[in-house]
């Protein structure tokens, strides 16, 4: 039986950092062509790790005010998927969650806002790629494969991960300790163990794509930016512990013409964060009409 990891089996909420067929592929594609369609009125918000939909209750109440079709769902294994996750999640890597999403993209008939946070970010950038989006909004993205930790704390959390074995083989498990500081410090005292109880575990194998997308013989973090088109915004935090102002950055800078917002007063987790209401109304009032 696979082990699975405790405590210290770290980045686990901390990283809070998921094929089309052809001819939907290509509908979409022409919808990017010529000028500019009516935008759809649908936001896709795809969470991070070790989290699930429900990250995005704040936004999606904004969003849904101002008369958005808002759609939050759970990765496999996370949120209210998450029943056996210690054992599906195994073995579980970007390329599944991806999968999982082309899955739900087929259901719409016109691309909608792909919005993405951290792991989240990798996944919806990927989707983007294939035209499959009409904006692109980033929050907090972790980064894509080719983009090296910028800051000493970045190269501190991928050393310490070095330490635990052959992580990729099963599930790293929160650690609320490591993760109030890392990932809620943004978050009041009173409420970070209401939503710490809210995460789950998350696949070794997806953080292993993710930190040490140099040694991923299947590239699962890798995105080609260029055939890129829609409009894109990376907004970061300045009190991130996990994904630096400086590495976001460089992750907006595959973009030329994207917008970037690096806001006081937020950490990681700044959709849930007090003012995240105010984040996801000037989300919106920059969402191309």
């Known amino acids: 039986m696979k082990q699975i990891l405790p405590r210290r089996a770290f980045l686990e909420a901390v990283f809070g950092l998921g094929m089309l067929a052809m001819s939907g592929a290509r509908a979409f594609a022409d919808n990017r062509k010529g000028s500019s369609p009516e935008m759809a009125k ?3 918000m795809v969470h991070g790790a070790n989290e699930g939909g429900w990250c995005f209750d704040k936004f999606k109440g904004v969003f849904e005010a101002l008369g958005w079709t808002c759609h939050a769902p759970d990765l496999i294994g996370h949120g ?4 056996d996750a210690k054992t599906r999640l195994v073995g579980m890597g970007m390329g599944d969650y991806l999968a999982q999403l082309h899955t ?3 259901t719409f008939a016109a691309p909608p806002v792909l919005l993405g946070h951290s792991m989240g970010g990798i996944l919806v ?5 294939e035209g499959l989006a009409s904006a692109l909004i980033l929050v907090a993205p972790a980064p894509r494969a080719g983009i090296l930790p910028a800051t000493d704390s970045e190269k501190q959390l991928g050393q310490d991960m070095m330490s635990l074995g052959a992580f990729w083989n099963t599930v790293i498990n929160p650690d609320f300790d490591l993760t109030k500081i890392l990932t809620l ?3 009041s005292e009173a409420e970070q163990r209401i939503v710490f109880d809210k995460f789950g575990p ?6 292993f794509q993710m930190f040490f997308w140099m040694f991923d013989k299947t590239n699962a973090t890798a995105v080609d930016t260029r055939p890129v088109r829609c409009p894109v915004l990376c907004l970061i935090g300045k009190d991130d512990k996990i994904v630096s102002p400086a590495t976001a950055r460089v992750t907006a800078s595959g973009y030329p013409g994207s917008t970037f917002w690096e806001l006081d007063g937020h950490g990681h987790m700044l959709v849930i964060e007090p003012g995240a209401e105010d984040i996801a109304r000037r989300i919106t009032a920059w969402i191309p009409s």
């Open 80 to 83: 209210s998927d998450a029943t």
């Open 185 to 187: 410090n943004r978050v």
């Open 125 to 129: 950038q990927q989707l983007a790629a």
């Open 42 to 44: 649908d936001i896709v």
């Open 202 to 207: 998350e696949s070794g194998l997806a953080f």
């Open 104 to 106: 739900l993209l087929k």
